[in-house]
């Protein structure tokens, strides 16, 4: 998809995998070149990893269009072609687990073209939501666009609720609500058997994700400490999806902090901007 920033295009990007039709929210954007006739426009770079209100988890980039006897930020009016590389997963970074174990192995590079004109340009700019006056100052989030309104079958771009999980939850509120940290809610639930951990042993499965619309929040490094100690692995997985572990064994009263050491490495787009950043440490008692 491809909107206006001033007098740049803003370049968004889903990557999910065709096999499970699951959304992929893991940091795998390499190189993204953009042609017109086979000659390069603008410079090559890699987008970043982002999150939006309306696109959820994205890798987006802005691309200024000056090129020989062209002067605009913008592009001419024709097509061009674009190649995205996509980096593999390394397990050492995110571990796969299910369906998801052993692939995503190798270097790929997505090409596709599109139309730039003028009139598409006006059509992506009458779409911009602008929220009543009375609204304005009030906490909540615009929807997540549909597959429909992205003109094609898209996978979910939202977590499961937290009553969707399997095992325990832990450190819901009286309302039911999943622990939180500035602005960003952790489902925290307790597995007392998982085949994501050691035989005979539980396993503890961390969820964080935006208020309102459900967005996973990669790229945080997070940790326990209390009856269970250590770092949380970042994991996909097609069942439990995407969310962060480890092996646990919790006894009843079992007391914990989930301790956010780094919040998430992600660029935002408006609305998110000073949100999910200083993260104090949630208190969690079974
Ligand atoms: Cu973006």
Same mark, same amino acid.
Do not use: C
């Given at each position: ?64 269009? =000056?090129? @020989?006897?062209?002067?605009?930020? &913008?592009?001419?009016?024709? /097509? ?5 590389? *996509?980096?593999? +997963? ?106 994501? =951990?050691? @035989?005979?042993?539980?396993?503890? &499965?961390?969820?964080?994700? /935006? ?5 996973? *929040?990669?790229? +945080? ?66």
């Amino acid at each position: 998809m491809i909107t206006s920033a001033g007098q740049s295009l803003h370049f968004m990007f889903m990557i999910w995998d065709a096999q499970t039709e699951q959304l992929l929210p893991v940091n795998v954007a390499g190189p993204m070149r953009v042609y017109n006739d086979e000659s390069l426009v603008g410079r090559p770079g890699r987008p970043w990893p982002m999150i939006s209100q309306g696109m959820g988890f994205h890798f987006g980039d802005n691309r200024q269009f =000056a090129s @020989d006897g062209h002067s605009g930020s &913008l592009p001419e009016e024709g /097509t061009y072609e674009v190649e995205l590389q *996509l980096r593999p +997963i390394n397990d050492s970074v995110v571990r796969k687990t299910g369906q998801f174990a052993g692939r995503f192995e190798e270097t790929v590079t997505a090409t596709f073209e599109f139309e730039f004109t003028q009139e598409k340009l006006e059509t992506v700019n009458e779409r911009t939501e602008t929220f009543d006056e009375q609204r304005r100052g009030s906490a909540a989030a615009a929807e997540p666009m549909s597959g429909g309104k992205m003109g094609r079958n898209m996978p979910a771009m939202v977590l499961p609720p937290a009553e969707e999980y399997p095992g325990e939850l832990l450190g819901q509120s009286v309302d039911g609500n999943p622990p939180n940290s500035h602005d960003a809610e952790f489902v925290v639930s307790y597995l007392d058997d998982s085949r994501l =951990a050691p @035989d005979d042993t539980g396993y503890l &499965l961390v969820s964080p994700r /935006t208020p309102y619309n459900r967005i996973p *929040l990669p790229e +945080i490094t997070l940790s326990v400490e209390g009856v269970v100690d250590g770092e949380l692995t970042e994991t996909i997985d097609d069942e439990l999806g995407h969310h962060y572990g480890i092996p646990a064994d919790l006894g009843e009263s079992a007391s914990f902090d989930l301790v956010v050491d780094s919040p998430p490495q992600v660029a935002r787009h408006r609305g998110y901007q000073t949100a999910f950043l200083n993260m104090p440490p949630m208190s969690i008692e079974r």
